[in-house]
């Protein structure tokens, strides 16, 4: 007689499985947002200077 046993996977697997993949998750966020700005080069999208307010400085009295 040939047994085969049934595949198992304990909590501690599954565990570690969620930690990767919220890693992972993380991970791919982190360098898009270091990235953001070639992202945007590659669709052609230009961000717009910060216009210079003179007026939002406090002023010296």
Do not use: C, N
């Amino acid at each position: 007689m040939h047994f085969t046993p049934l595949p198992y996977l304990d909590p501690g697997s599954g565990s570690f499985l969620i930690q990767l993949l919220i890693a992972a998750l993380l991970g791919i966020g982190v360098a898009v947002r270091a990235s953001w700005s070639r992202i945007k080069g590659w669709f052609g999208i230009k961000s717009e200077p910060k216009a210079d307010d003179e007026d939002d400085e406090p002023e010296a009295k």
